[in-house]
Each structure stands twice: as C-alpha cells, then as structure tokens.
C-alpha cells in the first residue's frame, strides 16, 4: 500500500514556466488537497477536492489550477510559475469528510520541493 | 476559515526537560484537532488527534494534548523529552473540509 504519492520530489523553473505536481493515492479516499509550506507560515491550503469531479479553492489558490477525473490522481497545475511559488508542496488525502464517527486522519506525501528563478 | 495560533515560534531544551507548546484555534463548534511533528528534511508525521470523548489524549513518543473546549485550546505536552524530539511541531484544526494550520514551532532538544 504505497499512502500519498507525490512527484516530482525536487524541480526548478524558470520563471514563466508551466508545470504540473503530480499526486496519487490508492486508499480510494474522497477527500484530497494541496497545501504549500513556507517558513514561519506554517501549511496553507491551495486547493480542495471532495470528490472526483469536485474541487475548490482554499487559502491560496492564485496561480495553481486543479482537476479531479479520478478518485486516484489531483494534480496540482503552476500556470506560469512565479518565483513567490517558491515553496515546498504537500498533497493530501482522507478516506472521509470531517465531523463523521471514525473522524478520519488525514494523509500526507512526502512532499515536493519547487524553486522558481 | 479557522485560525490557529501557536504562542512560541522556537523553543530551546535540554534533555529530560519537560516541553509544552500552546495552540489555541478561533471559534467553536465540532472540530477535530491535531499535532502533527516534522523532522529535518521529511514530510508531516501524525503526533496525535482528537475528535471528541476523553479531551486528553495521548499519541506516540509519549506525547499528549488537553483540549479546552472553553479556552479553544489544545496544548501539547511531553514529560520528558530526548535529543530525537527535535522537530518543527504543527497545531491543526479540522473544520468542515480544511484543515487549517498553525505556522508552527521548532523545538530544539540539546543533549
């Protein structure tokens, strides 16, 4: 069982450029998200997704874009990256919505780190 | 959206000490609550986790938490911390579908 997979772990572009972080998991989990971390900030939530075909924005969407065709995959798209997006970025799942009875955990990747110049 | 304060942003120890780190959230209702610890280079672990029953709950390494309800605190505590609990430590609180953050605190454990 392989949790939360994230790629690529490392990547540097340029300014301008287009990329897209990968992020997988094979728990069938309903709820998935990309927060990015940045020192003295803590995680801040860019993009959620409840379902496949549902997604919505978080705490800091500008500049990233979302898709959810599968329960598997929620890619996380830089349009054109910027050097602010400098940043370490996790994906994140749970097999359920907050509040229920088993008030499930969420999961985290491993992390990919992203510096833009 | 909720928001989650951490009252110390870098706590210095030495071992045996015992350690403390406040996290207080900013409003009410049902939330599920979390301390998450990150070690040097690696990626978000679960300390430990409330949903409701017992408001002191225990996690792994020998760390617990008391949550307040009317304080809308959830503090962390070990007894007795080690050399190895050096890590960035992250409050977290679960509302509706977010997970908000605290921006975190390191601690440092000298030997």
């Known amino acids: 069982n392989a949790g939360v997979t994230q790629t690529p772990k490392f990547q540097v572009l340029k300014t301008g450029q287009s990329m897209t972080l990968q992020c997988a998991q094979d728990?069938?989990?309903?709820?998935m998200s990309w927060y990015r971390q940045d020192p003295g900030m803590g995680l801040r939530l860019i993009h959620y997704?409840?379902?496949?075909?549902?997604?919505d924005q978080g705490e800091v969407p500008n500049g990233y874009n979302v898709s959810r065709s599968t329960t598997e995959d929620f890619p996380l798209r830089l349009l054109s990256a910027a050097p602010s997006q400098t940043s370490v970025y996790f994906c994140?799942?749970?097999?359920?919505?907050?509040?229920?009875?088993?008030?499930?955990?969420?999961?985290f990747g491993e992390g990919s780190w992203l510096t833009v110049v | 959206a909720q928001s989650v304060s951490q009252h110390n942003h870098h706590v210095i120890l030495s071992e045996a000490a015992s350690l403390e780190l406040g996290c207080n959230y900013s409003?009410?209702?049902?939330?599920?609550l979390f301390w998450y610890v990150q070690y040097p280079g690696q990626h978000l672990q679960l300390l430990l986790k409330?949903?409701?029953?017992?408001?002191l709950v225990k996690g792994i390494k020998g760390f617990e938490a008391e949550f307040i309800k009317s304080k809308f605190s959830f503090n962390l505590r070990k007894p007795s911390v080690q050399w190895s609990d050096t890590a960035e430590y992250f409050c977290?609180?679960?509302?509706?579908?977010?997970?908000?953050f605290g921006a975190g605190t390191t601690v440092t454990v000298r030997a």
């Open positions: 409003y009410g209702g049902t939330v599920n």
């Open positions: 994140a799942s749970s097999p359920a919505l907050p509040n229920t009875h088993s008030g499930n955990t969420i999961y």
């Open positions: 728990m069938n989990h309903e709820y």
């Open positions: 409330y949903f409701s029953g017992d408001p």
């Open positions: 997704s409840v379902g496949a075909g549902i997604t």
């Open positions: 977290a609180v679960r509302d509706d579908y977010k997970l908000s």
